[in-house]
């Protein structure tokens, strides 16, 4: 029954609160309803496409007083579709061409909706060690043109995905310190006359020549790469046939391309985390609603019951005693003969006669309040 009163205070605070919640709901709508129509412009950065004539890793070996060094050379990247990039062969950012010599190359990437592609070609490529061609791609025989050429493609959904690379040389072609190598592990015996260092005597130098092609024929994959890596370890022996050192020299990968047609999965990520939270905030107003329903206290309605009070003790000689009826006027019982005429049993009587008057009085009070 208290919760059925509400003042008219009570009442606004509880419209006031249940609109601004429902505002609230309405904001969290819209934004849930908004974010996921937000144009996809923000695509994340990466190299869709990407290609690099020639990287060169030489170790530190001080038995022929070669240096540490890492370097690139002829890079071009695209990152966003439709893009196109060729490298600047002018740039030489990590002082390449005072290690390599190059007669023609090319580097380029591309993409578009329907494909992306990177392609790295060169001719007659040097690696120097002082003064000596270390590495050498180019004509063995006089009038003859090598040329490596490297390419990787891939076609997006829903075509593809299709992807297909290739690494395309003559491995006739290569050599190290003027000796043809192949695919494979070659094992080469010099000396320090062929380095041109006179303290190496008889010595070994492995060469390995990798060619990686992924997909070397179509396939249904999203991502497509290949290049060509020269690979050479020695053993130096002193001119006494000491060992002076053993482990990797140089390696040249040639001709690197990557492309993928995989879609930036991480870019819907970030969007939908913005705005939602805040607006249920002001809910909590309802809180105070049950407080003031208490106040109307029904507490005294079983009071009445004590009305029948005019029996004060239980005297067996009063048989017919119809006085009874007159409990509400202010006058003595008649004398039960008990002896005394306004006894103990008299002033009893009257305190009970006022008790029950008070609380019925006091009962009604409360209903009019």
């Given at each position: 029954?208290?919760?059925v009163?509400q003042?008219p205070?009570l009442?606004?605070a509880r419209?006031t609160a249940t ?6 709901a309405?904001?969290?709508v819209a934004?849930?309803l908004?974010?996921?129509?937000l144009?996809?412009?923000a695509a994340a950065?990466g190299?869709l496409a990407?290609?690099?004539l ?9 038995a022929i007083?070669?240096?540490a060094?890492?370097g690139?050379y002829?890079?071009?990247?695209s990152?966003?579709v ?5 490298a ?11 290690r390599?010599t190059i ?8 993409t578009?909706p329907a494909?992306?592609f990177?392609q790295?070609?060169?001719t ?17 025989v006089a009038g003859?043109v090598a ?8 076609e997006?959904?829903p075509?593809g995905?299709l ?6 040389t ?7 310190l003027?000796r043809?190598?192949?695919?494979g592990?070659t094992?080469?015996d010099i000396t320090?006359?062929?380095?041109g260092?006179p303290?190496?005597?008889?010595s070994?130098l ?9 997909p070397?024929?179509?396939a249904?994959q999203s991502?497509a790469?290949a290049?060509?890596?020269?690979d050479i370890?020695a ?6 046939g000491e060992?002076?050192y ?12 990557s492309?993928?047609?995989?879609a930036?999965?991480p870019s819907?990520?970030p969007?939908?985390?913005v705005?939602?939270t805040?607006s249920?905030?002001p809910?909590p ?5 049950p407080?003031?329903?208490p106040?109307p206290?029904?507490s005294p ?9 005019p029996s004060p ?7 017919k005693p119809?006085?009874s009826s007159?409990?509400r006027?202010?006058?003595?019982l008649?004398?039960t003969?008990?002896?005394g005429?306004?006894g103990?049993l008299?002033?009893?009587?009257l305190?009970?006669?006022?008790a029950?008057?008070g609380l019925?009085?006091a009962?009604r009070r409360g209903?009019?309040?």
């Amino acid at each position: 029954m208290a919760s059925v009163f509400q003042s008219p205070r009570l009442r606004s605070a509880r419209a006031t609160a249940t609109a601004t919640a429902a505002a609230g709901a309405a904001t969290v709508v819209a934004a849930a309803l908004l974010l996921p129509g937000l144009p996809n412009a923000a695509a994340a950065p990466g190299d869709l496409a990407s290609a690099t004539l020639v990287q060169l890793t030489n170790q530190n070996v001080p038995a022929i007083g070669l240096d540490a060094y890492t370097g690139r050379y002829g890079t071009a990247s695209s990152t966003t579709v439709p893009d196109a990039d060729s490298a600047d062969f002018a740039a030489d950012p990590d002082g390449m061409l005072s290690r390599i010599t190059i007669a023609t190359r090319t580097t380029r990437t591309a993409t578009d909706p329907a494909r992306n592609f990177a392609q790295a070609q060169l001719t007659d490529l040097k690696v120097w060690f002082r003064s000596t061609a270390l590495v050498s791609y180019g004509p063995v025989v006089a009038g003859t043109v090598a040329s490596l050429d490297s390419y990787a493609e891939c076609e997006p959904p829903p075509v593809g995905p299709l992807a297909l690379a290739y690494n395309r040389t003559d491995a006739g072609q290569i050599t190290v310190l003027g000796r043809a190598v192949g695919l494979g592990t070659t094992r080469l015996d010099i000396t320090g006359t062929d380095l041109g260092v006179p303290t190496v005597g008889a010595s070994t130098l492995d060469v390995t020549v990798t060619r990686h092609e992924d997909p070397a024929s179509q396939a249904a994959q999203s991502t497509a790469e290949a290049w060509l890596d020269v690979d050479i370890t020695a053993t130096f022996n002193g001119l006494a046939g000491e060992q002076l050192y053993q482990g990797p020299v140089t390696h040249v990968r040639l001709g690197e391309v990557s492309v993928t047609c995989r879609a930036p999965s991480p870019s819907p990520t970030p969007t939908p985390t913005v705005t939602p939270t805040p607006s249920p905030s002001p809910t909590p107003t309802t809180s105070p609603s049950p407080s003031p329903s208490p106040s109307p206290s029904p507490s005294p309605s079983p009071t009445p019951t004590p009305t029948p009070s005019p029996s004060p003790s239980t005297p067996s000689r009063t048989p017919k005693p119809s006085p009874s009826s007159h409990t509400r006027q202010p006058v003595p019982l008649p004398d039960t003969g008990a002896g005394g005429g306004k006894g103990p049993l008299a002033v009893l009587a009257l305190g009970l006669v006022g008790a029950g008057t008070g609380l019925v009085l006091a009962a009604r009070r409360g209903r009019r309040a």
